[in-house]
């Protein structure tokens, strides 16, 4: 029914340079060019040819290009005004030359320690992103039987982002790290008649949808709080939770303002270990890992209408309202190692999903049931 065959090499050369003028100033520098070359074939099954043995295709994209060069290049300079005080400022560079698009990214942070062990910190970044490179060869298949690349002219995906964060280290091996953020990205992809459908959500699924006709009209926004509390192994122990608080929304072309299909809204990982040394050459080790998520984002399906066009029907008009059930998942792993004078071996149990715990993967439309089910994903799994 349908076959693919992409093909993407890169060849990149990099230079960095870092010069130290003195204890108190620093410069850092860097130039890159990457040559990417594509070979993207695609094609859909139209039907019989005459000969029941031959089927007929219909290619969608058939692109060979070579020298798609990225070229990229910064400039980066540090003064410590006291041992307290620290300020950064620089420039971004790049510019793809297939379409000839290129950005300029001023970035910026100041950095204050105001007692030992404290610091505070504020950045500020104008970044901008390339476009994943099928989306450029796109092309619309028009009546008269010749293909178009409607994608050609996009433009970088832009971003305005800040962040505001504090540190502090209580000794040597205890620290905590509380950081908030906002970021504006506008420029992203949407289609040009008015729809959902926007970049901001590429990557949540594993097959892209080759959507041509697009134009950098779309918007996003994604704030949030993230909490870093962290004991280094010492004293045969070690942990660390990580904690994240986040709202992610965007608007397509119809400029509805919807949750993203990353907007699950927390995110926690908790993790730890302990060792016990077993006579002169052994060690004994557990280790833990609990991960809580919210659950991922998703369009229903309309069963009456899948049913009646045999074939996937969505409510579009909820896209990316419902929510799966939260993901929750513990893994474990109990280790023995012995050190010899020339050799060293390892004994080990790892155990994914150790709760078994049945965590939704995605819901679907069974053709042949008529009916929604539900796939999970990775249940139990010992090593």
Same mark, same amino acid.
């Given at each position: 029914? +349908?076959?693919?065959?992409?093909?993407?090499?890169?060849?990149?050369?990099?230079?960095?340079?870092?010069?130290?003028?003195?204890?108190?100033?620093?410069?850092?520098?860097?130039?890159?060019?990457?040559?990417?070359?594509?070979?993207? &074939?695609?094609? &859909?099954?139209?039907?019989?040819?005459?000969?029941?043995?031959?089927?007929? %295709?219909?290619?969608?994209?058939?692109?060979?290009?070579?020298?798609?060069?990225?070229?990229?290049?910064?400039?980066?300079?540090?003064?410590?005004?006291?041992?307290?005080?620290?300020?950064?400022?620089?420039?971004?560079?790049?510019?793809?030359?297939?379409?000839?698009?290129?950005?300029?990214?001023?970035?910026?942070?100041?950095?204050?320690?105001?007692?030992? +062990?404290?610091?505070?910190?504020? $950045?500020?970044?104008?970044? @901008?992103?390339?476009?994943?490179?099928?989306? %450029?060869? !796109?092309? @619309?298949?028009?009546?008269?039987?010749? +293909?178009?690349?409607?994608?050609?002219?996009?433009?970088?995906?832009?971003?305005?982002?800040?962040?505001?964060?504090?540190?502090?280290?209580?000794?040597?091996? /205890?620290?905590?790290?509380?950081?908030?953020?906002?970021?504006?990205?506008?420029?992203?992809?949407?289609?040009?008649?008015?729809?959902?459908?926007?970049?901001?959500?590429?990557?949540?699924?594993?097959?892209?949808?080759?959507?041509?006709?697009?134009?950098?009209?779309?918007?996003?926004?994604? %704030?949030?709080?993230?909490?870093? *509390?962290?004991?280094?192994?010492?004293?045969?122990?070690?942990?660390?939770? =990580? @904690?994240? /608080?986040?709202?992610?929304?965007?608007?397509?072309? #119809?400029?509805?303002?919807?949750?993203?299909?990353?907007?699950? #809204?927390?995110? !926690?990982?908790?993790?730890?270990?302990?060792?016990?040394?077993?006579?002169?050459?052994? @060690?004994?080790?557990?280790?833990?890992? *609990?991960?809580?998520?919210? $659950?991922?984002?998703?369009?229903?399906?309309?069963?009456?209408?899948?049913?009646?066009?045999?074939?996937?029907?969505?409510?579009?008009?909820?896209? %990316?309202?419902?929510?799966?059930?939260?993901? /929750?998942?513990?893994?474990?792993?109990?280790?023995?190692?012995?050190?010899?004078?020339? &050799?060293?071996?390892?004994?080990?149990?790892?155990?994914?999903?150790?709760?078994?715990?049945?965590?939704?993967?995605?819901?679907?439309?069974?053709?042949?049931?008529?009916? !929604? &089910? =539900?796939?999970?994903?990775?249940?139990?799994?010992?090593?």
């Amino acid at each position: 029914f +349908y076959h693919e065959n992409n093909v993407q090499w890169k060849l990149g050369w990099y230079s960095d340079l870092v010069k130290k003028f003195n204890a108190r100033n620093t410069l850092e520098a860097g130039f890159s060019v990457e040559n990417h070359s594509i070979s993207y &074939i695609d094609s &859909i099954y139209t039907g019989w040819t005459n000969q029941e043995t031959d089927r007929e %295709y219909l290619l969608q994209t058939n692109t060979q290009k070579d020298n798609l060069l990225l070229i990229q290049s910064y400039g980066q300079y540090q003064h410590r005004f006291t041992n307290r005080l620290s300020v950064y400022g620089g420039l971004h560079y790049q510019n793809f030359t297939y379409n000839h698009t290129q950005s300029l990214e001023p970035r910026f942070s100041l950095e204050w320690k105001p007692r030992q +062990y404290h610091s505070l910190s504020f $950045g500020y970044g104008y970044h @901008t992103q390339l476009q994943p490179l099928f989306l %450029y060869f !796109v092309e @619309t298949y028009l009546p008269d039987g010749r +293909y178009v690349q409607t994608n050609k002219s996009l433009g970088f995906t832009r971003s305005n982002q800040w962040v505001l964060s504090y540190h502090h280290s209580f000794n040597q091996n /205890l620290r905590l790290k509380v950081e908030t953020y906002y970021q504006h990205q506008h420029n992203i992809p949407v289609e040009k008649s008015e729809s959902f459908f926007s970049l901001a959500n590429y990557g949540a699924s594993f097959h892209q949808v080759r959507i041509d006709s697009l134009i950098n009209a779309g918007t996003s926004r994604n %704030y949030g709080l993230e909490l870093t *509390f962290e004991k280094f192994f010492s004293d045969k122990y070690y942990f660390l939770l =990580t @904690t994240s /608080l986040f709202d992610s929304k965007y608007r397509g072309s #119809n400029n509805i303002l919807r949750n993203t299909a990353f907007n699950g #809204n927390y995110v !926690v990982n908790l993790l730890g270990g302990y060792e016990h040394a077993l006579g002169k050459r052994g @060690t004994l080790a557990l280790n833990l890992r *609990f991960v809580a998520a919210g $659950g991922k984002r998703y369009t229903p399906l309309d069963v009456e209408k899948s049913i009646e066009k045999d074939n996937p029907q969505y409510i579009v008009q909820q896209a %990316y309202e419902r929510q799966h059930k939260d993901y /929750l998942r513990l893994d474990g792993r109990l280790s023995y190692q012995l050190n010899g004078q020339n &050799i060293s071996q390892e004994w080990a149990i790892d155990v994914t999903n150790l709760t078994d715990r049945k965590n939704v993967f995605s819901k679907n439309y069974n053709r042949v049931e008529n009916r !929604v &089910i =539900t796939e999970y994903q990775q249940r139990i799994f010992p090593i």
